[in-house]
DNA sequence: TGCAGTGTATTAAGACTATAAGACACCGAT
DNA sequence: ATCGGTGTCTTATAGTCTTAATACACTGCA
């Protein structure tokens, strides 16, 4: 069993739980501390760990599911789901993901970070996958 | 007065509007871009700007005045109270972008989309910020 | 003295977030 | 079949966030 827990909650930054949730689930499950086809923890069990309410955590599980990332399975709990690649042409993939481009542009700009910065910072963040 | 507008709202960060509005006028104290004593945009014209409520603008204002950031001016607006603070070294600003580059990585991961995609949907967005 | 501009108070309404307690269908194992 | 586990549905309640429209005291200026 994982000693260490996989979550935690900023109450202080203003995001919603459930948002918090979808976001460190995302995040996990890239760099491979949630591998392909693993359980994730169950509602109950997160919900008792961080003290907050079961239903706010399956909020976030049931949108994650929408979003394809997770699968549910019956009975049994939350899957990690592989991803279904290629399924959007890439113009309607690069506009889901463009807030966040907007946000980081935003952000560089508040502190004054040029455009080679940034990419120079986001850069060992991909993780090399072999050939594309 | 400055060609581009200070403030920019991102609905889908899913932080409260007044929220952002505290962190970016924070960010331009901090930088200088709002000097000491400079006059804050009024109001009305940050709400006209935004598309958002006044009354929006006005409790991010309080709230800043209430950390002792800026001061209200009868029948004038708010001016800025506090000094701008050093430009932080380039690994600490480095530090602040770097959970929402996780986020953008992860996203991408998710989406399949690989760095350079990611890059080339970026780089338009610093061009509007003119020359770095 | 008017007048336009400043932030703010008020009231009302709607959407969203989170909690609580109970219930359900489903699954695996005893 | 029973039991404990899974996610989810339902109902209700409370709080926050945002908008809208109106009004007020204050200030600088013509």
């Known amino acids: 069993m994982p000693s260490n827990f996989l979550f935690r909650i900023h109450p202080t930054s203003g995001v919603p739980i459930y948002r918090q949730l979808m976001d460190q689930v995302q995040a996990h499950v890239h760099a491979g501390r949630l591998p ?24 976030a599980y049931s949108l994650l599911e929408r979003d394809g990332l997770i699968e549910r399975v019956r ?6 789901k592989a991803a279904p690649k290629g399924l959007l042409p890439v113009k309607d993939r690069r506009e889901k993901i463009l807030p966040l481009l907007e946000q980081v542009a935003a952000k560089a700009f508040q502190l004054g970070l040029t455009r080679d910065q940034v990419i120079a910072a986001l850069t060992p963040l991909f993780k090399e996958r072999g050939a594309d």
Not at 43 to 58: F, H, K
């Open 36 to 59: 392909l086809d693993e359980m994730l923890p169950s509602v109950r069990q997160i919900a008792e760990e961080l003290q907050i309410n079961p239903m706010t955590v399956s909020k």
């Open 75 to 80: 009975g049994q709990g939350m899957r990690v």
